[in-house]
């Protein structure tokens, strides 16, 4: 029987991964293990019999203790934004397992990580050369940036009849969360998959102005697009009630680096994992 351990499982990918594994996969209950930091935070879970144990990135013992029996294990990135911290975790994490004898790690990293600047992605590579060299199988999950994660604002382009961005035009990929957590899901509770890498982002691209025409046609109404200065954009952002913040990282980091053409890799591997999922229903999914 193999024993299948996903961290992070009180987050929203962690979550979603184990959704997968009971309903997609089939996978019982008792072979599934999560690792969370307050069982509290994971009722949901232990309430359909998934056994929950206690472990924190910090804590080496407690992760050592967690992996025991571990055959399958899912390491979802620390979203600790402290680099050497996060590296440090992310450490712990790799040598937890090694002590532990796991037989396969799935790592979820990041894709296009050597030109992509988010600041997280030299993290991500340097914890791909740790599970390398501790010599455990394993797969590599690059994750493109979640649409539904930048996306906020399409509701209220719907709304306003006009999508605005400062990204030239330019073509970028893009996934859905829940698509990547079905891919781990089927990575997890198959075998064939070790030693691989998975560039798990979209087999098409698609622009902000051909957003607003799939805009345009789901809601039947005409939504415009208009390209405007970094600071137009966050403030019309701000003025459809997402933070300051929030607006903010997505000019500045997200619609920038479309802007400068670095996320215009193209891959089947998620098609592969997972079939194809058209862009039209991926958009119609975020303005539910």
Do not use: C, W
Request: glycine residues 4%.
């Amino acid at each position: 029987m193999t024993k299948i351990l996903v961290t992070g499982a009180s987050g929203n990918l962690g979550s979603l991964t184990i959704e997968h594994l009971l309903t997609e996969k089939n996978i019982p209950t008792h072979q599934i293990v999560a690792l969370v930091r307050d069982k509290n935070r994971a009722e949901h879970l232990s309430s359909k019999g998934v056994e929950l144990r206690i472990g924190t990135y910090d804590d080496f013992d407690s992760l050592e203790e967690a992996f025991a029996g571990v055959e399958k294990l899912l390491i979802v990135s620390s979203p600790v934004l402290d680099n050497v911290k996060r590296l440090k975790q992310q450490y712990n994490v790799v040598m937890a397992a090694k002590s532990a004898k796991v037989k396969h790690i799935v790592l979820v990293s990041l894709a296009d990580a050597d030109t992509r600047v988010f600041g997280l992605e030299d993290v991500d590579m340097a914890t791909e050369h740790m599970i390398r060299a501790v010599d455990i199988p394993f797969t590599f999950m690059r994750n493109s940036v979640y649409l539904d994660e930048v996306m906020f604002d399409l509701k209220s382009a719907v709304q306003k009849g006009k999508l605005v961005s400062s990204t030239k035009g330019k073509e970028f990929n893009f996934v859905l969360r829940s698509d990547l957590a079905l891919a781990n899901a089927t990575v997890l509770s198959e075998e064939g998959h070790e030693n691989k890498i998975y560039e798990l982002v979209s087999s098409e691209l698609i622009t902000y102005p051909k957003i607003a025409s799939i805009l345009s046609e789901l809601s039947g109404k005409t939504i415009e697009y208009k390209e405007n200065s970094e600071d137009e954009v966050i403030k019309n952002l701000i003025d459809s009630d997402v933070n300051k913040e929030a607006a903010e990282m997505l000019v500045h980091s997200f619609q920038k680096n479309i802007a400068d053409e670095k996320f215009q890799s193209s891959s089947n591997d998620l098609a592969k994992l997972i079939g194809e999922r058209p862009v039209k229903n991926a958009i119609a999914s975020l303005i539910k």
